[in-house]
């Protein structure tokens, strides 16, 4: 479970409270993961990973909250556990307890009330659809509405304990890959690449791996038995997990001494990054970030152009391999808001964390940079402070 005080909790409740009333929500049915997760510090997916116990949150603007979740699951609830009305069930493997759910809601007197879930864009619920839409006809009178803006909007600013989360999974990788790149893979394959910083980015304290991709001369993504050559670039994209809240990042390195070429382009990408991450504070859009990557691939002579025309080019950015999104948010999800993208026209503020990750794919290989950034009052902070140097493996 994430470690958080039940202050923590309550001031989550309050200000989504908050935002139910402005939003006419009289309350909210949630079943994904990172939802539970992130309002009861629960989670159904460790140490296993199954569909067959959904839990279920429901929040009341009026009422005290209440959590369903599966009888196996009891022992977890300790003391300081934020909701106190916690009812359980003992239905075969794969049942949601529809009727328990509907009992709930009756409870908290939803009965007849708009209720929100996340059913709408970045959103998954956490039981089956046939369920969901069961609820809905028990309940023929209350209006099941999409909560989705509301839920990513609470979420998108991170408190600070949220943030303290983020920036130590952020050393662990910091310390793993200054770990990983003092030694030499040349004649080792990529599995073997990606075992060697899985087991660093354990011993360094993560909850878990997120995620780890290698990238030889531009191959994508997961690891395979291809043995890595001398002269190679390679970039490695991981994640590490602390108390569930994620870092991920990316760090380019060349198996053996790098030539001119891979220099070159390696430094520009960094000079892009630097750039791009500099201009981070409160206020900025991240379509304004989006142009100024635009705006300097093309004053070193690197301008945007079709994917269609990579042959005739050599070369494409991120922004037109990636439908303009040069990077995006990170906490309980590796993905999630805010987005780089250049029809993001709503402001940064203080405590969003994101990875502004631009790249120039090349028939030579990918070359590609990310920082992990939080916005602050006085502008940011680069959480990921491994050198950015190409090195050599």
């Known amino acids: 479970m994430a470690r958080f005080p039940r202050s923590e909790f309550a001031a989550r409740y309050e200000k989504t409270r908050d935002a139910m009333e402005r939003a006419r929500i009289d309350g909210l049915m949630l079943s994904g993961?990172?939802?539970?997760?992130?309002?009861?510090?629960?989670?159904s997916i460790f140490p296993w990973f199954t569909y067959t116990r959904p839990f279920v949150f429901i929040l009341p603007v009026h009422e005290?909250?209440?959590?369903?979740?599966?009888?196996?699951?009891?022992?977890?609830?300790?003391?300081?556990?934020?909701?106190?009305?916690?009812?359980?069930?003992?239905?075969?493997?794969?049942?949601?307890?529809?009727?328990?759910?509907?009992?709930?809601l009756k409870d908290k007197k939803l009965a007849g009330e708009r209720i929100g879930s996340e059913i709408g864009n970045d959103q998954r619920i956490g039981m089956p659809v046939k369920d969901y839409i069961g609820l809905?006809?028990?309940?023929?009178?209350?209006?099941?509405?999409?909560?989705?803006?509301?839920?990513?909007?609470?979420?998108?600013?991170?408190?600070?304990?949220?943030?303290a989360y983020i920036e130590k999974a952020a050393q662990i990788l910091n310390h793993a890959y200054e770990a990983f790149f003092q030694e030499r893979f040349e004649g080792r394959t990529e599995r073997e690449a990606a075992a060697v910083l899985s087991a660093h980015i354990g011993r360094e304290g993560a909850d878990r791996v997120g995620f780890i991709s290698v990238n030889a001369m531009g191959r994508m993504y997961t690891p395979?038995?291809?043995?890595?050559?001398?002269?190679?670039?390679?970039?490695?994209?991981?994640?590490?997990?602390?108390?569930?809240?994620?870092?991920?990042?990316?760090?380019?390195?060349?198996?053996?001494?790098p030539n001119a070429k891979q220099s070159e382009m390696h430094q520009l990408v960094v000079d892009v990054l630097e750039k791009v991450t500099e201009e981070v504070r409160p206020g900025i859009k991240p379509s304004e970030l989006v142009e100024i990557h635009r705006r300097e691939f093309e004053i070193r002579g690197f301008p945007e152009h079709s994917a269609s025309s990579?042959?005739?080019?050599?070369?494409?950015?991120?922004?037109?391999m990636k439908g303009e999104m040069i990077g995006h948010g990170i906490g309980i999800l590796g993905i999630e808001p805010p987005y780089l993208?250049?029809?993001?026209?709503?402001?940064?503020?203080?405590?969003m964390c994101f990875t502004p990750e631009p790249a120039i794919y090349t028939e030579y290989g990918i070359f590609h940079q990310e920082h992990n950034v939080i916005a602050t009052e006085k502008g940011h902070r680069v959480l990921s402070t491994v050198s950015t140097e190409l090195y050599q493996i």
């Open 33 to 43: 993961d990172d939802h539970i997760l992130y309002y009861t510090g629960m989670k």
């Open 64 to 104: 005290e909250p209440t959590l369903i979740i599966h009888g196996r699951y009891e022992g977890w609830i300790e003391s300081d556990f934020p909701v106190d009305d916690v009812r359980s069930y003992h239905t075969k493997e794969g049942i949601t307890p529809v009727t328990l759910i509907e009992e709930a």
């Open 136 to 163: 809905t006809n028990l309940l023929p009178k209350s209006e099941f509405v999409d909560a989705s803006a509301l839920l990513q909007k609470l979420r998108i600013v991170k408190s600070p304990a949220e943030a």
């Open 224 to 257: 395979s038995d291809r043995v890595l050559k001398k002269g190679e670039t390679f970039l490695v994209d991981a994640g590490a997990l602390y108390e569930d809240y994620w870092a991920e990042f990316s760090r380019m390195a060349v198996v053996g001494r």
């Open 310 to 320: 990579f042959a005739e080019r050599g070369y494409c950015t991120r922004q037109t």
């Open 341 to 351: 993208t250049q029809d993001n026209d709503v402001p940064l503020e203080a405590g």
